[in-house]
Each structure stands twice: as structure tokens, then as C-alpha cells.
């Protein structure tokens, strides 16, 4: 098979890949754009232009060298979206510390988990965040805070963490007085950059390597336990350059994000994107507020913003969107989840997102691959993720032989390049099991490719239906299901059956003020797809359980359903 007419694809680029690590590119970018605003926390009420931001990130890679921190420890961040999230991504790179990101959503299992699976040295945390109170779930998990002084911590169940960082986005500046048993606050890190001089700091990043483990990334755990992805200087930092460039963004853009940081998503597609190049990061909001994103929008005078599918529902739906200047939007990623096509036009038509973009990859690749371009037809903007970024090869291979199918056939998509995870930490098995001996790195989604190189997305491998020998992609029925004018969001998964195996099974979230029913349902799909794909069972729901990414949790929905289905 020639590779002209196989679905392998290799981009080349007219740019070669950066060869510098994190803080030497970033260092760059302030020499030449110091006034310029680099970031703007709405909730805290602050604003820092890239000198002063330098000098915050200089300040705390100092401190937690000052702290005894090392190039190579890992430090956790627990936290909602602020600017001390972003400074600490940078000081950690600035020291060659591994950032270890966690979902601030975590519970105390969950978090007990990361602690112990990245072997975390120092974790910082904010106290509260709406319901979840961080300091009470550390204290509980962690018996000893409770009797110790400030500073170095001693855990019998987590022998790797020596600290705690407590800081409050509102207050930065905590004093000794809020200061709760057991943890050290922001303005000790502070402090103890008066130990480490500029000079001690520029030698510590003169001897790192830009393929140094800058960053663990946990999967978004929709299925099974998540994997703490290891990633290099290389990988992320490139990453958000090409994205950058992809986007035609330059000094004078500003995104609305309203993605979590601790996801690759908002870390690179984001903060790191808008340090690549010298553009403002706006922060609308700690957590997603639809409400919250178009006022930074109209306020801010945002030329681009990032989501996934069900945010941009959201800021669509709302219903104060008509109030609110959107004009100054020209762009933006559109990812983590498929986009229906009714979605994309009505993005482009209502938000004034003329040059919207839509984005696939995985955190394993750091996380984008494919993207759409300004130029494309609309046609391959809606119905495709592009091709892959430049200096990153794509193959489509057959689910059982691992074969390169044919251009047009569906198999299971591949990546291998500069942005491939350099691993699983502490888990080689799992590493070699998702990246073969030449390199690949097998995504578990589903695809096909043109002979241009463009992917289209047909499902997940484990979520594909096997009705009766067929195969079934629940994102063909889903496509459909959302060009219904009553239809809000659609998910569509299998559930067993005895006699075909399994069968299919749609949740439709009708919109607000609409009235849809089974019956008209199955009506309009009888003309839109094949008679094999037609769901059996179709509940309307108040909403979708997800990752706080937007991710749908497909089997979360599956047990839910064979609970009641057998009860």
C-alpha cells in the first residue's frame, strides 16, 4: 500500500520546533513586550503587565529554591484558576520543579491518590472554594497537621510531602495570623527568596534542558483510574507556539479563559499560548460562569475564547447573552469534546468567532494534534479536526492488525512526533502498553483521514455499540440528534441486552422552554439514519454527569442506566 493512498500523514513545518526550555523563551517575550498586559484576574481584581509578572515569577522560583525545593521535585497545585496558578507554572519552570497538576473538584481520595502516585514534595493549596473547604479535607487526610508547627510536615501515609502552601486568591498577602496549624503560607515562599540571589537562579536555569519533565498532567479519568502524564519543556512548550501560530496570535490578542488551568487545555492551549507570544490572558472567572466569560468578553475587549462544546451551549443559552458586545471576538479553540456541526455555525454567527477553531488531541500528546485552520472551507471547519500541527506525524491503523487502513476507511488514530508524552510516571507498563517500540502513541479514538491529511472523528474505541455484529458510533447518532430544534445536548452509549449484545440507549437534554417527546424523537431520526441505529431507549434529562473539563462520563451515564433498566 503507497503511502499516497494509506492514511498516514507526516506535516512538515516552514518553522522550525523551538529549542529552548520554558523560562528562556518566556524571558524573551518579556524583553520585548514588558508594559504589555499579561494577565487579568477579574475575580481577585488584579491585573499584572510581563515585567511585572517576571518579577512575581522570578520572586517565587527563588523562594522555593529558598525552601529547599529542587529541579526535578514535584510541587502539587490545588486550586481554582487565579494568577497565583499561573505565576507558580512559570516559577516551577524558572526551577526546574515538576508542576503536578490536580483537579481542584478531587475529594480526599482522589487527592490522596495524586499525593501518593506523583510522590509530591510540596503541594499549594487555596482554603475553600464554594462548598469544598481544602484545608478541613487536608487536615483529615493528613493527621499530623494538626499538631504541627509551620513548615516542614512529616506524614507517616505521605513520606514525600515536607510542605503545604496555603495562599488566598483574595488575600494574597497572608499573614502569620491566617495561618492554620501545619501549613506555611504564601509570604514564607516570599521570604525565603531573600536566601537565593538572582544569580543562584539564572545558573539553576541555565543548567536545565528543554527536555527536562516540566509538568504531570492526570488523564481526565472518563474511564478507570487516571495516569499522571509526564511532559517535557519540549513537548508543552512547542505545543502552545504552533497553537499560537495556527491562530494568528500576536502580541495585541486577548482570550477570555474560561477553561481550568489545571487541565492541558487551559496550562498550554492557554497560559502558556498567550506567554508564547506576548498576549493578555483574561481570567473571567474561577470556576466556568457562562455569565461571567461574556462580560470579560465585553469588557475586556477579548478577541478570542477558549471552551469545550458544553460552555459555549452554555454562553449561547444564556439568557442575558443578547446584552453583551461580543464584536471584538475573531477566534479561538474549540475542544475536549465533539463539536456538532448546528454548534460550530452558530459560534461563528452569534458570537462573531468568524475564525473559530476546532481542536483535538489528548493530554498524552500535551495536548493538541489536529486543528483546524483559519483558511480551511467551512465545510472541513465544521465537519473535521484538521490536520495535525506541524512537525507531527498521524496514522489511521486497524483496530485488530495495527495496519495503516486505506484513505476514507475508519481504524483507530496514532500520533508519534516532539509532542508524545515522554511517559506515565513510575508506570512503565502503562507507558509501553499506550506508546509502541517505534514510537506510536495510540489514542483510542476513532477516525478516518483524506487525502489532504484531515481527520474526522467518528467515536471512541470503547465506546463504540455492538448491536447484533454491527458496529455503531454513537457520535453519528448524536450529530444528528443535535440538529433537532428542541435539542440541547445529546450523549449516546450502549447498554447490554441478551439478545443483541447490546443495545442503544440516547440522553437528550431538551432546550429551556421546549417541548420534545419520544415519540417526535424517533420520528425525526426514521428519515436520518439507518434503522439499526435507532435507539431503544431515549430519556430526557435535567443534564450530563462530566468532567470538569466538559468531558460527558459515557460510563457514568452506562450505570446509571443498568441500574434502573434493572431494577
Excluded at 502524564?229 to 474560561?258: E, P, S
Excluded at 477516525?447 to 472523528?457: C, N, R
Excluded at 440522553?507 to 422552554?513: F, K, V
Aim: proline content about 6%; some cysteine.
Amino acid at each position: 500500500m503507497s503511502r499516497a493512498r494509506s492514511s498516514y500523514f507526516h506535516r512538515g513545518g516552514n518553522e522550525p520546533l523551538l529549542g529552548s526550555t520554558i523560562p528562556e523563551h518566556f524571558s524573551a517575550i518579556v524583553g520585548r513586550f514588558p508594559e504589555n498586559d499579561a494577565v487579568v484576574s477579574l475575580p481577585q481584581g488584579r491585573r499584572l503587565n510581563y515585567r511585572e509578572l517576571a518579577t512575581a515569577v522570578d520572586t517565587t522560583a527563588r523562594g522555593l529554591l529558598g525552601m529547599g525545593f529542587s529541579p526535578g521535585d514535584r510541587i502539587g497545585i490545588w486550586s481554582t484558576n487565579n494568577i497565583e496558578w499561573l505565576v507558580l507554572q512559570l516559577a516551577t519552570a524558572r526551577m526546574g520543579a515538576i508542576l503536578v497538576n490536580i483537579n481542584p473538584a478531587y475529594r480526599a481520595k482522589e487527592l490522596a491518590y495524586a499525593l501518593e502516585n506523583s510522590e509530591i514534595q510540596g503541594l499549594f493549596t487555596i482554603p475553600s472554594f464554594r462548598t469544598s473547604d481544602y484545608v478541613a479535607l487536608l487536615t483529615g487526610l493528613i493527621g499530623e497537621l494538626e499538631d504541627a508547627g509551620p513548615g516542614l510536615i512529616s506524614s507517616r501515609s505521605f513520606p514525600s510531602l515536607r510542605r503545604i502552601v496555603l495562599y488566598d486568591p483574595v488575600k494574597p498577602k497572608n499573614t502569620r495570623a491566617e495561618q492554620h496549624a501545619g501549613f506555611t503560607v504564601w509570604s514564607d515562599v516570599l521570604t525565603a527568596a531573600a536566601a537565593v540571589t538572582p544569580e543562584i537562579l539564572d545558573e539553576t536555569t541555565a543548567g536545565l534542558d528543554f527536555d527536562d519533565p516540566i509538568n504531570i498532567q492526570y488523564t481526565s479519568g472518563t474511564t478507570g483510574f487516571p495516569k499522571a502524564v509526564l511532559l517535557t519543556h519540549h513537548n508543552i512548550l512547542n505545543n502552545a507556539w504552533f497553537a499560537a501560530r495556527a491562530l494568528h496570535f500576536d502580541d495585541t490578542d486577548r482570550l477570555a479563559v474560561a477553561v481550568p488551568f489545571y487541565h492541558c487545555f487551559g496550562m498550554v492551549l492557554a497560559n502558556l499560548l498567550c506567554a508564547s507570544v506576548g498576549a493578555c490572558n483574561v481570567i473571567p472567572c474561577e470556576h466556568f460562569d457562562p455569565l461571567q466569560v461574556l462580560e470579560a468578553i465585553d469588557n475586556e475587549k477579548c478577541t478570542a475564547v477558549h471552551g469545550v462544546p458544553t460552555m459555549f451551549i452554555a454562553e449561547l443559552e444564556h439568557p442575558r447573552f443578547r446584552e453583551f458586545d461580543l464584536s471584538s471576538l475573531r477566534t479561538g479553540i474549540m475542544a475536549g469534546a465533539p463539536c456538532p456541526p448546528a454548534l460550530m455555525n452558530q459560534v461563528i454567527e452569534d458570537m462573531h468567532c468568524s475564525e473559530i477553531l476546532i481542536g483535538y488531541g489528548e493530554t498524552e500528546a500535551s495536548p493538541l494534534t489536529h486543528l483546524t485552520e483559519r483558511d480551511d472551507s467551512l465545510e472541513r471547519r465544521i465537519n473535521t479536526v484538521g490536520r495535525n500541527l506541524p512537525h507531527q506525524e498521524v496514522k489511521i491503523v486497524d483496530v485488530q492488525s495495527r495496519q495503516i487502513v486505506p484513505l476514507g476507511e475508519k481504524g483507530e488514530i496514532c500520533f508519534r512526533g516532539y509532542h508524545v508524552m515522554q511517559g506515565y510516571f513510575g508506570d512503565d507498563e502503562a507507558t509501553h502498553k499506550a506508546v509502541d517500540e517505534h514510537g506510536w502513541l495510540a489514542s483510542g479514538d476513532l477516525g478516518l483521514m483524506d487525502a489532504d491529511g484531515y481527520v474526522q472523528i467518528t467515536g471512541r474505541l470503547k465506546e463504540m455499540i455492538i448491536r447484533g455484529g454491527e458496529n455503531i458510533y454513537p457520535r453519528e447518532i448524536e450529530d444528528v440528534l443535535y440538529t433537532h430544534p428542541a435539542v440541547a445536548g445529546a450523549a449516546v452509549f450502549g447498554v447490554p441486552d441478551r439478545f443483541f449484545g447490546e443495545e442503544i440507549m440516547a440522553w437528550i437534554l431538551p432546550r429551556e422552554n421546549e417541548t420534545v417527546s419520544e415519540a417526535g424523537v424517533r420520528e425525526f431520526l426514521k428519515p436520518r439514519i439507518a434503522h439499526f441505529k435507532m435507539p431503544k431507549y431515549i430519556w430526557f434529562v435535567e443534564g450530563f454527569p462530566m468532567t470538569v473539563t466538559g468531558k460527558l462520563q459515557k460510563y457514568r451515564m452506562r450505570e446509571i442506566a443498568e441500574e434502573k433498566l434493572n431494577g
